[in-house]
C-alpha cells in the first residue's frame, strides 16, 4: 500500500514543494530555454518525476509505472482521439477545396487579418470551446487561420492565446459541474462566481489578439471591433452564467459576439487593413488526390479561387463546422445524452489500486473511464463520416487524409502521452499536492495566490477539468482555514486556470502539430508565455480585490 505524503523531504512542505517543481523545471527548461523538441523535453520531465515518486516520496517502482502508463493511456484516449479526428477533418477540407474557398468568404466578412483573428480564433473557438473542448478549439482554428493566410506559427500563438476566457465553461461546462460535484458547493454558484471573473479576461483577449497580430499600430485601428467581440462576450457570459444556464453559458456568449461582430463590421470597417501576410495562403493541398476526373478539378478550382465561388461549394465549405456544432448539440439532448453515456465503462488501472491519499483514501484519478461513444473524438469521427457524404469524399480518398493525419501527428502523439504520464506521477505520488499545499498555506494572501494553484494545475495537466479535480478541494479546504469565501477560492482555481492552457505542453503540442510545425514547441512557448503570465496576474488581482471590502460586492 502506498499512502500520500506531503512533506517528504525533512519533514517540510516548503523543501518538499520545492523539490515537487524539479520535473516542471526541467520541462520548460528543456522546452523554451534549450529549445528541444517537446516529446524529448516531456520525457525527460517524466523520467525526473518518475525518479522523485520513487526516491524521495516513496511510490513503489511498480506502482509508479502503472500510473504513467495510466497517464499516457490518458493522453491517448479521450485528448489525441479528439486531436486526430479534427485534423482528419480539416485535412479532407484542404484536399476537395473547400477550405481556400471558406478562407475567401471569411475574407468577404472582412479582408483584414487582425480582425479575422477575432472572428475566428475567439469568436468561432469559443463555441468550439463551448461544445468540444479538450484542445479541439486550438486545433481546428489555427488551421482556420492558416486558410485566410496566417504564418504557421502565428496562427498557433494566436489560437492558443484566444482559448482562454471561455475554458473554465468549455465542453458544456464540464469544469464548473466536476468542481461542483467534489467540493459540494452548489454549481450554480461556482457558475455565477466565476461567470464574474473570467469576463475581464474577454475585454482584453481580443485587444492581445490584434497587437499579435500587428504590434500597437493594429490596436489603435481596430480597437472598435476588438471591444465589440470582447465586449459582447463577457456580457453573455455574465448573464448566462449567473442568469441563465452554466452549461450555455459560451454557447450563448459565442453566438451573441460573432452576431455583434458581424453586425457591426457591416457599418464600419478599418481604414488601413492589413491583408494577407506575405508567406501565408494555408497549406499545400494532401498528395493522394483523385487525378483526372472532374472531382479532382473542381477541387482544384476551389483551391486556387478561379472564379466567384458559388452558393453551393460556400455551404459546402462551412458545412463540416456547422456539422461538428449539431452533432455535439445533439449529443447534449437527453436521450441522446443518456444513451450515449451506455457505452462507458471505468475500472481501477492496472498497479495502482494500492494507492491512498493522505486521509486514506482512494484517489479517484485511479480510475480509468473510457467513454468511448459519449467521447468528443467519437463525436468529431461521426462529424468526419457526415462529412465526407457532404463533401463527397471518396473513401480511398479519406482513408489516405487519416493515414496523413496520423503521420503527420506521431510526435504530437508521443508528446501527449508524455506530458499525461509525467502528469499523472506527480498527481497520485502527491508532488503536485506538496506544491499546491504549501502555497495554500500563505494565510490572507492565499487569495491573491488561489488562482496561481489552478494555473499550475492546468500547466501540468492541460484540463481546466484536471485541475478542478486535483485542486478544488484544497482550495475550500485552505479557504476556511484561511478565514475566505470557499466559493471564491474555488471559483478562482478555474478562473486561473483557464491561464495555464496556452503554456501547457499538452496544448503546444497540439497547436504545433496542428498546423505543421512539429519540433517548435519551444517557441510557441515563448510566444505565449508573457500573455499568460500577464493574464494570470491580472486575474490574481481581480481575486484578492475580491476578497476584500473593495470587490466583495461581487462575491455570490
Not at 249 to 265: E, H, K, N, R, Y
Not at 339 to 358: C, R, S, V
Amino acid at each position: 500500500m502506498y499512502k500520500q505524503v506531503l512533506d517528504p523531504v525533512g519533514g517540510s512542505l516548503a523543501a518538499s514543494a520545492l523539490v515537487a517543481m524539479l520535473p516542471l523545471a526541467t520541462l520548460f527548461v528543456l522546452l523554451g530555454g534549450l529549445k528541444l523538441k517537446a516529446h524529448i523535453a516531456g520525457l525527460a520531465a517524466l523520467v525526473v518525476a518518475m525518479i522523485l515518486a520513487i526516491a524521495v516520496w516513496g511510490m513503489p517502482f511498480g506502482t509508479t509505472v502503472a500510473v504513467a502508463t495510466e497517464g499516457a493511456a490518458f493522453g491517448l484516449f479521450p485528448i489525441i482521439w479528439i486531436i486526430w479526428n479534427a485534423i482528419w477533418i480539416y485535412n479532407m477540407t484542404v484536399e476537395t477545396g473547400h477550405f481556400a474557398v471558406l478562407r475567401r468568404s471569411f475574407g468577404s466578412i472582412s479582408d483584414d487579418q487582425r480582425i479575422q483573428a477575432i472572428i475566428i480564433a475567439f469568436c468561432f473557438g469559443a463555441l468550439l470551446e463551448a461544445l468540444a473542448g479538450f484542445g479541439t478549439p486550438v486545433a481546428i482554428t489555427a488551421v482556420m487561420l492558416i486558410a485566410v493566410g496566417f504564418s504557421p506559427m502565428k496562427a498557433a500563438a494566436i489560437a492558443l492565446v484566444a482559448n482562454t476566457a471561455p475554458v473554465a465553461f468549455g465542453a458544456i461546462a464540464t469544469p464548473i459541474v466536476t468542481l461542483a460535484e467534489l467540493t459540494d458547493i452548489p454549481k450554480e454558484d461556482l457558475g455565477a462566481m466565476v461567470g464574474r471573473q473570467t469576463p475581464l479576461l474577454a475585454l482584453f483577449v481580443p485587444l492581445i489578439l490584434v497587437g499579435m497580430v500587428d504590434g500597437w499600430r493594429g490596436v489603435r485601428a481596430v480597437w472598435p471591433a476588438a471591444l465589440v467581440g470582447g465586449v459582447t462576450f463577457a456580457v453573455g457570459q455574465f448573464v448566462s452564467s449567473n442568469f441563465i444556464s452554466v452549461e450555455l453559458t459560451d454557447i450563448i456568449g459565442a453566438l451573441l459576439s460573432v452576431g455583434a461582430m458581424v453586425l457591426f463590421l457591416r457599418v464600419w470597417q478599418p481604414g488601413d487593413p492589413l491583408l494577407v501576410e506575405e508567406g501565408g495562403g494555408g497549406r499545400p493541398a494532401m498528395a493522394g488526390a483523385a487525378e483526372h476526373d472532374a472531382a479532382h478539378e473542381a477541387a482544384v478550382r476551389r483551391r486556387e479561387g478561379h472564379g466567384k465561388d458559388s452558393t453551393a461549394d460556400i455551404v459546402k465549405a462551412y458545412a463540416p463546422y456547422l456539422i461538428i456544432i449539431v452533432v455535439f448539440a445533439i449529443a447534449q439532448w437527453g436521450p441522446i445524452k443518456d444513451f450515449l453515456a451506455k457505452g462507458a465503462t471505468e475500472f481501477t488501472w492496472p498497479g495502482t489500486g494500492d494507492i491512498q491519499t493522505a486521509e486514506g483514501e482512494a484517489p479517484s484519478a485511479t480510475t480509468y473511464k473510457f467513454g468511448w461513444l459519449a467521447a468528443a473524438g467519437t463525436l468529431l469521427l461521426v462529424s468526419g463520416l457526415i462529412t465526407m457524404a457532404v463533401l463527397k469524399v471518396k473513401p480511398g480518398a479519406a482513408l489516405r487524409a487519416y493515414g496523413a493525419m496520423l503521420n503527420q501527428l506521431k510526435w504530437a502523439t508521443l508528446t501527449v502521452m508524455a506530458v499525461l504520464a509525467l502528469a499523472y506521477v506527480m498527481n497520485l505520488s502527491a508532488q503536485t499536492l506538496s506544491i499546491g499545499n504549501w502555497i495554500a498555506g500563505a494565510g490572507g494572501v492565499l487569495a491573491f495566490l488561489s488562482a496561481i494553484i489552478g494555473w499550475i494545475g492546468v500547466a501540468v495537466t492541460g484540463s481546466d477539468t484536471s485541475a478542478n479535480s486535483l485542486f478544488g478541494v484544497l482550495q475550500v479546504t485552505a479557504a476556511k482555514e484561511a478565514g475566505l469565501d470557499p466559493t471564491l477560492l474555488a471559483s478562482a482555481n478555474s478562473s486561473g486556470g483557464v491561464l495555464g492552457k496556452m503554456i501547457s505542453p499538452q496544448n503546444l503540442a497540439i497547436g504545433a502539430a496542428a498546423v505543421g510545425l512539429d519540433g517548435e514547441e519551444g517557441e510557441l512557448f515563448r510566444r505565449v508565455v508573457g500573455w499568460s503570465l500577464a493574464l494570470l496576474l491580472i486575474m490574481c488581482v481581480l481575486v484578492y480585490l475580491q476578497s476584500t471590502a473593495v470587490l466583495s460586492w461581487m462575491v455570490v
